[in-house]
């Protein structure tokens, strides 16, 4: 069946680090990619999205590209702030999302 | 503009009773898909509906049921709840699938 897996966390960073979330999936067909952020105390928010391989999702710094060849969405940001601190959330879409078990990111001054 | 609403907030019910939560989905969207979501666990599909009927159902057993009205509104319902059903139960609505989800803020759900 179709499903997402994400590194386990915790992560922890100091600020202006390399932040990189790996994420890879198994699915039948061509899923849309997602990251999806939840900050305390906040619900769901779609960060960013790619429907198609090779395809690159980009918003607020973060960056992730749809590699089909290795079944991967990472996450990429250059360079993280303290406001980063949430859990990201990898998913893909085959009618019905379905998300990973969600990264815990702890960005430190 | 509002977003995706769900109620109750909060809810508590009793081993063996049903619930029946609600959700209104963003304006325009037309899909809507429900969630399960256990402290510190990511969101486990229930189903999802669309055009009023059940297109997808995830590995919940038949005592989760759900339906969809005319103005893309939907109730999620759970029958003989047990202990395990306490969870955070979230609603997301879309326009079609694959163009990712608004989310609501959920209901938490606390069987005793």
Not at chain 1, 45 to 56: I, S, V
Request: proline share 4%; aromatic share 12%.
């Amino acid at each position: 069946g179709n499903s997402v897996t994400q590194m386990e966390g915790p992560v922890t960073l100091s600020e202006e680090a390399f932040l990189t979330i790996n994420c890879t999936y198994t699915a039948t067909g061509y899923p849309s990619l997602f990251w999806y952020v939840q900050y305390p105390g906040e619900g769901l928010q779609l960060l960013l999205k790619a429907t198609k391989a090779d395809d690159k999702g980009s918003n607020k710094g973060f960056e992730a590209t749809y590699r089909k060849e290795t079944t991967s969405f990472h996450l990429e940001k250059g360079s993280v702030q303290v406001s980063d601190s949430a859990v990201y959330f990898c998913a893909l879409s085959t009618l019905g999302t379905r998300f990973g078990a969600g990264t815990r990111l702890t960005v430190k001054p | 503009d509002a977003g995706v609403t769900q109620s109750p907030t909060h809810l508590i019910k009793t081993r063996g009773q049903q619930v029946t939560l609600r959700c209104s989905p963003k304006s325009g969207h037309d899909t809507v898909s429900w969630y399960q979501q256990a402290l510190g666990q990511g969101p486990q599909f229930i189903f999802q509906y669309y055009e009023e009927e059940e297109r997808q159902r995830g590995n919940f057993p038949d005592r989760f049921s759900g339906h969809q009205f005319p103005n893309y509104s939907s109730e999620l319902n759970v029958n003989a709840l047990l202990l395990g059903d306490s969870a955070l139960y979230l609603c997301a609505s879309s326009f079609t699938d694959g163009y990712g989800y608004t989310f609501g803020s959920g209901t938490r759900l606390t069987v005793v």
